[in-house]
C-alpha cells in the first residue's frame, strides 16, 4: 500500500485542482473529529482528513474494514497500534508519536489503531483499497453530513500548500 500512496501522492497536486471530484464528510460520531475529503482513483479510495485534537482517553481505538496507507502531511499525532481477532478492543503495547512526512500502512484485517493529533488538527492523506469481510464495531447512529462549499475550498487550498511542501522536502 505504501508504493500505492506514493504514486497517488504523486497525482494528487492535479487532482486538488478539480475540486469537483472530491465529495465531503465531517465525521463526528466520537472523538477525533475528522473532516474528511474523498475520491475514487480505480480502485482506491483517496481521503484527505483533518483530524482535530482530543483528549487521549477518547480517541477512538478501531479496526479498519480495508487495508490502508497515510502520510502525515503536517501537525502530526500520537498513534497507538494493536492486534485483536473480533470486536473487543486488544490492549496497546505503546505509542508513537508521528509528525510530517511521516507515513505508515495497515496491511492486516485484524490490525487497530487510535490516532490523537496533539496540539493542532493534523492533515494527512490515506488511502485504502477494496473491503475485506471484517467484522466491524458498531458505530452509533449518527447520520454523518458533508461539509460546506466553503469549507471544502478552505481544505483543498491548506491540502495544496501542504503537498507542496511535502514535494520540495519539506
Ligand atoms: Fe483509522
Same mark, same amino acid.
Given at each position: 500500500m505504501l508504493d500505492k500512496l506514493a504514486e497517488i501522492t504523486a497525482q494528487l497536486p492535479g487532482m486538488l485542482e478539480q475540486a469537483e471530484i472530491w465529495k465531503s464528510l465531517n465525521?463526528?460520531?466520537? #472523538? #477525533?473529529?475528522v473532516e474528511r475529503l474523498y475520491t475514487q482513483v480505480g480502485d482506491l479510495r483517496v481521503s484527505l482528513h483533518c483530524i482535530h485534537p482530543c483528549q487521549s482517553s477518547e480517541a477512538l481505538f478501531h479496526p479498519h474494514p480495508w487495508p490502508s496507507a497515510v502520510l502525515i502531511l503536517n501537525g502530526g499525532y500520537e498513534m497507538g497500534m494493536a492486534y485483536g481477532k473480533g470486536l473487543v478492543v486488544p490492549p496497546c503495547p505503546g505509542k508513537l508519536i508521528l509528525g510530517a512526512g511521516s507515513r505508515y500502512e495497515m496491511t492486516d484485517p485484524d490490525g487497530w489503531h487510535y490516532v490523537r493529533p496533539l496540539a493542532e488538527p493534523s492533515y494527512s492523506v490515506m488511502i485504502s483499497g477494496k473491503p475485506w469481510d471484517r467484522e466491524m464495531p458498531a458505530s452509533p447512529e449518527h447520520p454523518l453530513k458533508p461539509l460546506s462549499d466553503e469549507r471544502i475550498a478552505e481544505l483543498l487550498a491548506q491540502f495544496k500548500k501542504l503537498l507542496k511542501g511535502i514535494n520540495h522536502g519539506g
Open positions: 465525521i463526528d460520531y466520537h #472523538p #477525533p473529529v
